[in-house]
C-alpha cells in the first residue's frame, strides 16, 4: 500500500519560510494529482493547494495565494509545499494527499476527492 511521509515542518517565526516535503513509499499507479491540507487545532482540515501529475494546473486557497507554492518531482515521487511569509495562523498540521487520476478534481478543496493521505507534519509560527 502506498505510503505518503511528509517532512520540513517546525517552528518558525512569523515572515520566515519553510519547505514541506511529501515522498511517496513507492510510485503511485495512475499518475495522481495530489495536495496540502492544514488542520489546526480546533478546526476542520482545510484546503491549502493541489496540483495536476503534469503540473500545468494547480490551484490554492485564498488565504495562502502570493505566499505558499506548490511543485511536485516525479521522478522522485515527490510533492512540495514552498511556504513564504509564514503567519501565526498558518500553524497547524500539513498533510499531503494523493487522488486517483491525473487531473484536479472538479473541486480539489474536497478531502474525500483523495485516496491517499499521510500522517501530517507539525508546522508552528510564533509572532
Known amino acids: 500500500q502506498v505510503q505518503l511521509v511528509e517532512s520540513g515542518g517546525g517552528l518558525v517565526q512569523a515572515g520566515d519560510s519553510l519547505r514541506l516535503s511529501c515522498a511517496a513509499s513507492?510510485?503511485?499507479?495512475?499518475?495522481?494529482?495530489m495536495g496540502w491540507f492544514r488542520q489546526a487545532p480546533g478546526k476542520e482540515r482545510e484546503f491549502v493547494a493541489a496540483?495536476?501529475?503534469?503540473?500545468?494546473?494547480?490551484r490554492y486557497a485564498d488565504s495562502v495565494k502570493g505566499r505558499f507554492t506548490i511543485s511536485r518531482d516525479n521522478a522522485k515521487s515527490t510533492l512540495y509545499l514552498q511556504m513564504n511569509s509564514l503567519k501565526p495562523e498558518d500553524t497547524a498540521v500539513y498533510y499531503c494527499?494523493?487522488?486517483?487520476?491525473?487531473?484536479?478534481?472538479?473541486?480539489?478543496?474536497?478531502?474525500?476527492?483523495?485516496?491517499?493521505w499521510g500522517q501530517g507534519t507539525q508546522v508552528t509560527v510564533s509572532s
Open positions: 513507492e510510485p503511485i499507479v495512475g499518475r495522481p494529482a
Open positions: 496540483m495536476s501529475w503534469s503540473g500545468d494546473a494547480a
Open positions: 494527499a494523493a487522488r486517483h487520476g491525473i487531473l484536479l478534481p472538479p473541486d480539489p478543496t474536497a478531502s474525500y476527492a483523495y485516496a491517499y
